[in-house]
Nanobody
Framework: QVQLVESGGGLVQAGDSLRLSCAGS????????MGWFRQAPGKEREFVAR????????GYGDSVKGRFSISRDNARNTVYLQMNSLKLEDTAVYFC?????????????????WGQGTQVTVSS
């Protein structure tokens, strides 16, 4: 399996931007489809964004479309999540996710590898 380590979370104000990073190591991270999920207190883990192995296909959850952007740098084994126009409801722990294949599933129970999570808190 691939090991994933997130960074970049923090406390920001509504309307601000934040960029999360996810560094992969171990078994050929560039062979994995990757993406991001998030989980707010008392809620289920929710799909946020995904990117194909080559980076030419992306997908987003309805709640973040037009505001978030996912990218990857396979030379650095790193995936990024650029979050703009942050809202209070974006507050959650954000998890990097990976699975062998072309594109990441959008169901949390189909994910093979998870990072430890990074907290994003949006205040008013």
């Amino acid at each position: 399996q691939v090991q994933l380590v997130e960074s970049g979370g923090g406390l920001v104000q509504a309307g601000d931007s934040l960029r999360l990073s996810c560094a992969g190591s171990g078994r050929t991270p560039s062979s994995y489809a990757m993406g991001w999920f998030r989980q707010a207190p008392g809620k289920e883990r929710e799909f946020v964004a995904r990117i194909s192995r080559s980076g030419n296909r992306t997908g987003y959850g309805d709640s973040v479309k037009g505001r978030f952007s996912i990218s990857r740098d396979n030379a650095r084994n790193t995936v990024y999540l650029q979050m703009n126009s942050l809202k209070l409801e974006d507050t959650a722990v954000y998890f990097c996710a990976a699975r062998m294949g072309i594109l990441l599933p959008t169901e949390a129970n189909e994910i093979e590898s998870w990072g430890q999570g990074t907290q994003v808190t949006v205040s008013s």
